[in-house]
T-cell receptor, first 111, second 116 residues
Framework: AQSVAQPEDQVNVAEGNPLTVKCTYS??????LFWYVQYPNRGLQFLLK??????LVKGSYGFEAEFNKSQTSFHLKKPSALVSDSALYFC?????????FGTGTKLQVIP | DTEVTQTPKHLVMGMTNKKSLKCEQH?????MYWYKQKAKKPPELMFV???????INESVPSRFSPECPNSSLLNLHLHALQPEDSALYLC???????????????FGDGTRLSIL
């Protein structure tokens, strides 16, 4: 069985500061990991993915994620947060036919 | 703009009504999904279609009936719903399921369903 954990329900960060949203995973075999963002009254939007290769993955809107196999983590990062980054972020892992989502982390960027 | 289009955006219905949710994509994707999402919670998988055939049913009550008329369309027929079925219903698509599992899902903006 596969699983994803997002330990923080909410992350607050000041505008211009770096941000990190944490994710750990459990899956048998090679992990297929994704980050999605959801703005109010919208569907989920794909940000980035890790399949294989470089441990630092770059994605949309200046986001990147660091894959760490030994710690089974896939943390989302951004060097300088914007107020417009405030949203709900989901980490996800794919195994077989199903995608398993984490519980989500609300990111609040404070002006 | 999203590449997966869902209609209607909002739907209010009584417990005895019959209604349908529609989803359309023109990306040539062969896998389509229905999810149910409650406020501030992750999406919960309901159904998966692969090449227009039902591949996964996550033990969804029979008052929800999916249909995939062709590779671009996905419907969710609703009948005799309960108040706890009020939620955001999301449709998603992806190139495939097993062979393309490194590809992300593309989501529509959902239908917000309220059951009176």
């Amino acid at each position: 069985a596969q699983s994803v954990a997002q330990p923080e329900d909410q992350v607050n960060v000041a505008e211009g500061n770096p941000l990190t949203v944490k994710c750990t995973y459990s899956v048998s075999g090679n992990p297929y990991l994704f980050w999605y963002v959801q703005y109010p009254n919208r569907g989920l939007q794909f940000l980035l993915k890790y399949i294989t290769g470089d441990n630092l993955v770059k994605g949309s809107y200046g986001f990147e994620a660091e894959f760490n196999k030994s710690q089974t983590s896939f943390h989302l990062k951004k060097p300088s947060a914007l107020v417009s980054d405030s949203a709900l972020y989901f980490c996800a892992v794919r195994g077989g036919q199903k995608v398993t989502f984490g519980t989500g982390t609300k990111l609040q960027v404070i002006p | 703009d999203t590449e997966v289009t869902q209609t209607p955006k909002h739907l209010v219905m009584g417990m005895t009504n019959k209604k349908s949710l529609k989803c359309e994509q023109h990306m040539g994707h062969r896998a389509m999904y229905w999810y149910k999402q409650k406020a501030k919670k992750p999406p919960e998988l309901m159904f998966v279609y692969s090449y227009e055939k039902l591949s996964i049913n996550e033990s969804v009550p029979s008052r929800f009936s999916p249909e995939c008329p062709n590779s671009s369309l996905l419907n969710l027929h609703l009948h005799a719903l309960q108040p706890e079925d009020s939620a955001l219903y999301l449709c998603a698509s992806s190139p495939g399921i097993v062979r393309a599992k490194d590809q992300p899902q593309h989501f529509g903006d959902g239908t917000r369903l309220s059951i009176l």
